[in-house]
C-alpha cells in the first residue's frame, strides 16, 4: 500500500520559535505581503502544521498585520483536536484554523500568498518531499512564496527551503535557502547543517553541491576567525562577505547579516 504524504507528528510548539523567519518575511517579501490587486486581495497567509497551540501562527498573524491590516490567515492542522481547540479560543472574521493535511483546506476562491510549513516535515521518506512541495503551492498565485524547513526548539537556529510558484510549472521552482541564527549557541556553518529542509540533510556529501557549499562556508568562517573576527556576529557577517566572493547567489544585504540571516540562490536553484 502507498504511503500517505500526511502523516502524524507530536505537536511540540514555542511562543517566538519562528520570530525571525516573521522579520525576515516582512522584511524582505513586504510586497508579497502586502499585494492587494485582483485575487490577491483575498490571498491568505496559510501555516500549515501549527502544532498543539496556535502560537506561531497567531504571532505571524500579528507581524504580518502590521503591513496588512485585512491579511487574511489560515492555520492548518493534520490533528482534528488541534485544529478545532484553535479555532474555538483563537478564530476571529480574519483568522481560521482548519483540519486539514498537504493538499490545503482552501476553497477555489481563497487562493494563498504565502505558505509556511515549519517543523513538520522531520519523518517520512525524502523522496516524498517534492509531492509534498507540489501540494502545499498548489493554491499559491504564481509569484506566491512557499517557506518549509526546521528549526531547532527555540527557534535559535532555523534553516529553511524559499520556494516561489511560477506561472509556467506545477512544482515550485526552489529559489533558494535561508539560514538564521540568533548566535546564541555561538556560531559555526556546521551548526546549520543540522537543521537542514529534511530532503537536503543527507545531501552534505563529497560529490554534492551541499557539500560543497558546508566546504567554502567552513573556509571562510575559519578565515574570517584567523583574521581577528572571533565574536559570532561578526565570525558570520565576514564569513557570509566571503562567502559570497566564491559561491555565486550569497546576499550580502547588511540587514540580513546583521541579523544572522545567509540567503543563498544558487543561480540553477537550491540543489535537489
Ligand atoms: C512539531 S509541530 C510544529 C509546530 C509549528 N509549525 C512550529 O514550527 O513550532 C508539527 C505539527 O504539524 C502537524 N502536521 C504534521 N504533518 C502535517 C500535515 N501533513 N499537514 C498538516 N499538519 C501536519 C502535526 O500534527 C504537528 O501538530
Request: hydrophobic share 40%.
Amino acid at each position: 500500500m502507498a504511503q500517505e504524504l500526511d502523516t502524524r507528528t507530536r505537536g511540540r510548539t514555542a511562543r517566538g520559535r519562528l520570530r525571525a523567519l516573521d522579520a525576515y518575511l516582512c522584511q524582505l517579501e513586504a510586497p508579497l505581503l502586502t499585494r492587494d490587486d485582483g485575487p490577491w486581495a483575498r490571498a491568505a497567509f496559510v501555516d500549515v502544521g501549527f502544532g498543539e497551540h496556535p502560537w506561531t501562527t497567531l504571532e505571524s498573524a500579528s507581524a504580518f498585520r502590521a503591513l496588512n491590516p485585512e491579511l487574511s490567515v489560515v492555520g492548518v492542522e493534520l490533528d482534528p483536536e488541534r485544529a478545532t481547540a484553535a479555532a474555538r479560543d483563537h478564530a476571529d472574521a480574519r483568522t481560521h484554523f482548519r483540519e486539514g493535511g498537504f493538499a490545503l483546506p482552501l476553497t477555489p476562491d481563497e487562493p494563498a500568498r504565502l505558505v509556511r510549513a515549519m517543523n513538520l516535515l522531520r519523518q517520512g521518506a525524502p523522496e516524498r518531499i517534492p509531492e509534498a512541495h507540489r501540494a502545499m503551492s498548489r493554491h499559491l498565485l504564481p509569484g506566491g512564496l512557499l517557506v518549509e524547513g526546521s528549526s531547532d526548539t527555540d527557534g535559535a537556529v532555523l534553516v529553511a527551503h524559499l520556494l516561489r510558484r511560477t506561472p509556467e510549472t506545477e512544482a515550485p521552482t526552489r529559489e533558494g535557502l535561508l539560514f538564521h541564527t540568533d548566535f546564541s549557541r555561538g556560531f559555526a556553518p556546521l551548526l546549520l547543517r543540522d537543521w537542514l529542509p529534511r530532503d537536503l540533510r543527507r545531501r552534505v556529501r563529497p560529490g554534492d553541491p551541499m557539500h560543497a557549499f558546508f566546504q567554502a562556508w567552513e573556509a571562510a568562517w575559519k578565515a574570517a576567525r584567523t583574521e581577528g573576527h572571533t565574536a559570532p556576529p561578526d565570525a558570520f557577517a565576514e564569513s557570509a562577505v566571503r562567502l559570497a566572493r566564491t559561491t555565486p547567489g550569497v546576499a550580502t544585504d547588511a540587514w540580513l547579516l546583521a541579523r544572522g540571516f545567509l540567503r543563498w540562490s544558487p543561480p540553477g536553484g537550491t540543489p535537489a
